[in-house]
């Protein structure tokens, strides 16, 4: 079967048996790879601000999706607010959590952007709508260019 060919009639269709092997590379772009490397390499988050409109994008992107014109990177402070949390108190096998983890939504300063990420140095009792938050990243020499380098967010004291 080739992929412009039109099946009208479902005895026609072929079932695989056994496994088929699907192998990609994901890569960040040229955006993510700035992110990435200013994560890495200084500790600091980039956004990308569009030339014509000013629309700041987190994460960054080389391309504006209102009016399609060329971004710039900006550097940002990485804080951001509290938009809405869970509270996980069961792992992935169904096993209650000794301690219970906060994931949220959290809308990045300066940005109309946000980043879902775990939320740490706060009890679960505490946390609200609104609060706001500071990045806290892997020691500088155990940085790798990825999204771990980003530990946790927390409260901004």
Avoid at 14 to 23: A, D, N, S, T
Wanted: proline fraction near 5%.
């Amino acid at each position: 079967m080739v992929f412009n060919e039109k099946i009208v009639n479902p005895a026609e269709l072929r079932h695989v048996e056994g496994k088929i092997e699907l192998y990609w590379i994901y890569t960040s772009g040229e955006a993510g790879d700035a992110f990435f490397k200013k994560l890495r390499d200084e500790g600091r988050f980039l956004a990308a601000k569009c030339r014509k409109c000013g629309h700041v994008f987190f994460p960054p992107r080389l391309y504006c999706e209102f009016d399609f014109s060329d971004t710039e990177f900006v550097e940002i402070s990485g804080e951001g607010c509290v938009k809405a949390f869970s509270v996980v108190s069961y792992d992935a096998d169904g096993n209650r959590m000794e301690k219970p983890e906060i994931y949220a939504i959290i809308e990045i300063d300066g940005t109309d952007g946000s980043i879902i990420h775990l939320l740490s140095e706060v009890e679960p009792e505490t946390v609200e709508i609104g609060m706001k938050v500071q990045p806290v990243l892997k020691p500088e020499e155990e940085r790798e260019g990825r999204i771990t380098d980003i530990l946790y967010f927390k409260p901004v004291s």
